[in-house]
């Protein structure tokens, strides 16, 4: 019975550098026809940062909406079931908010990109703002509930709603009331759509994540869900390395109005 050699090869060392030269060369190659590829199924997820750069005021602000507010005050079920009145409060200063702000160049970047591709381009947002449908995006999934829509707890119905709501508005449909809530997934409840989301992550073969702190579950999983398929390329533009920025591939840091539309052209070109 022959036993296989368990001695090592000595390479010298010039060799190992030159060959690591190639492989530099190589996946530099690798990269530039990577640029070039046309990516089939773009799933773009976004976060807070991305709304934050349109004046939107989020939960983590100083001196933002929230700051006078706690948590469990205005964003739990068990909230709404205590305090109506304060947590419609609450939505209807949140929804009033959406007229004072305006989609910028990221929001129009990825309206372009869902226009002008040639594939499957889909945003994923955790953001209930309607800064990417006015940016011109389409195909988006609001993971965790729109501002501008309300639901009927009686009915399930969901409706388009700019207006104030309150405990005496009736719901159109069945005309109960009170029976509105804010159309909002609130802490406590579950995500929507995550089942269209796992699928997504899984066909997908670009991923980019903008604006997201990676703190914020599901979503900080995301990345890591995509690269365990080791079908895609991860991209994350933040204004910082996020708590997850070592989950990807690639990372782009400054301001999603000045980054998005030059990755933007990138996929395209
Ligand atoms: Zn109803």
């Known amino acids: 019975m022959q036993t296989k050699s368990t001695e ?51 939960f983590r602000d100083a001196g933002g909406l929230w700051e006078k507010h706690r948590i469990e005050d205005v964003a739990t079920p068990e909230a709404f079931a205590r305090n109506p009145d304060l947590v419609q409060d609450f939505y209807n200063q949140r929804r009033a908010q959406l007229f004072s702000v305006e989609p910028h160049s990221a929001h129009t970047a990825l309206g372009k990109l869902e226009e002008l591709h ?44 700019l207006d104030d709501c309150t405990q005496e508005t009736v ?12 159309h909002i997934v609130w802490f406590g409840e579950m995500p929507f759509d995550m089942d269209r989301i796992e699928n997504l992550l899984y066909e997908c073969d670009l991923f980019v994540s903008v604006g997201t702190s990676g703190n914020v579950y599901p979503a900080a999983g995301f990345v890591s869900a995509v690269r365990s398929y080791g079908k895609a390329h991860t991209i994350e533009v933040n204004l910082e390395p996020s708590e997850g920025a070592t989950y990807f591939a690639e990372t782009r840091h400054g301001l999603a109005g000045e980054l998005l539309p030059g990755l933007v052209n990138e996929i395209l070109d």
């Open 8 to 58: 090592t090869t000595h390479i010298p060392l010039v060799i190992t550098h030159q060959r690591s030269r190639l492989a530099l060369a190589e996946y530099r190659l690798c990269q530039k026809e990577r640029r070039l590829a046309r990516y089939k199924n773009i799933v773009v997820l976004t976060g807070a940062g991305i709304s934050a750069e349109s004046g939107v005021s989020t």
């Open 118 to 161: 040639d594939g499957n381009v889909t945003i994923v947002t955790q953001n209930v703002d309607n800064l990417h449908e006015r940016g011109g995006s389409k195909n988006i999934i609001h993971m965790h509930g729109e501002l501008a829509k309300v639901r009927c707890t009686q009915c399930s119905s969901v409706f388009e709603w």
């Open 171 to 182: 719901c159109p449909t069945c005309g109960s009331a009170p029976a509105l809530r804010p």
